[in-house]
T-cell receptor, first 115, second 118 residues
Framework: GNSVTQMEGPVTLSEEAFLTINCTYT??????LFWYVQYPGEGLQLLLK?????DKGSNKGFEATYRKETTSFHLEKGSVQVSDSAVYFC??????????????FGQGTTLQVKP | GAVVSQHPSRVICKSGTSVKIECRSL??????MFWYRQFPKQSLMLMAT?????????EQGVEKDKFLINHASLTLSTLTVTSAHPEDSSFYIC??????????????FGSGTRLTVV
């Protein structure tokens, strides 16, 4: 079945360090891929998305490229800030369910950025 | 943009009572609503999918009689945790897919409900 696997956390970095959070997926067909961020005690916010192979999603300095050949959608940021500390979820939309398909989430990766 | 308003944000209830969580789409019509449950430091697990005017579809292992879902209108979906027990304590989040003329363009999430059963 469809699934998403993220690198385990927590990831602890110093401010201005480079960030990579790995995400790989298994899916039949061509899913859309998403990164969501969850700040403590809050719901999820869309960070970025990509809907087809080789698309690059970007927002707030974060980037991720839809790589079909490696079934990956790794999240990167060149210089993290303390305010980036949160839990990051990689997700895919079920490609078999049409436009209103459910999201399948990875297990989440906690990022802690220290000043 | 499209917003889903979820209430309450926090609720504490006694064991054996029922709790209703509401999700309202404020500026769009939500024909579908997904209900997720999130345990501490874990991912979101889909519990059920509600569709306006029809019965909800529950994921395997989710008790239909315990987690009652109603989607009576295009702007309101509710989840009722019946006869709540401490093990039902969790973070519940709703989500609606966003569909336009060009197809799906994403999902919007409620802010979540922290349920604590004592």
């Amino acid at each position: 079945g469809n699934s998403v696997t993220q690198m385990e956390g927590p990831v602890t970095l110093s401010e201005e360090a480079f960030l990579t959070i790995n995400c790989t997926y298994t899916a039949t067909g061509y899913p859309s891929l998403f990164w969501y961020v969850q700040y403590p005690g809050e719901g999820l916010q869309l960070l970025l998305k990509a809907t087809k192979a080789d698309d690059k999603g970007s927002n707030k300095g974060f980037e991720a490229t839809y790589r079909k050949e490696t079934t990956s959608f790794h999240l990167e940021k060149g210089s993290v800030q303390v305010s980036d500390s949160a839990v990051y979820f990689c997700a895919l939309s079920d490609p078999t369910a049409g436009n209103t398909g459910k999201l399948i989430f990875g297990q989440g990766t906690t990022l802690q950025v220290k000043p | 943009g499209a917003v889903v308003s979820q209430h309450p944000s926090r609720v504490i209830c006694k064991s054996g009572t029922s709790v209703k969580i509401e999700c309202r789409s404020l500026d769009f019509q939500a024909t579908t609503m997904f209900w997720y449950r999130q345990f501490p430091k874990q991912s979101l697990m889909l519990m059920a999918t509600s569709n306006e005017g029809s019965k909800a579809t529950y994921e395997q292992g989710v008790e239909k009689d315990k987690f009652l879902i109603n989607h009576a209108s295009l702007t309101l979906s509710t989840l009722t945790v019946t006869s709540a027990h401490p093990e039902d304590s969790s973070f519940y989040i709703c989500s609606a897919p966003l569909v336009g003329q060009g197809g799906s363009y994403g999902y919007t999430f409620g802010s979540g409900t922290r349920l604590t059963v004592v």
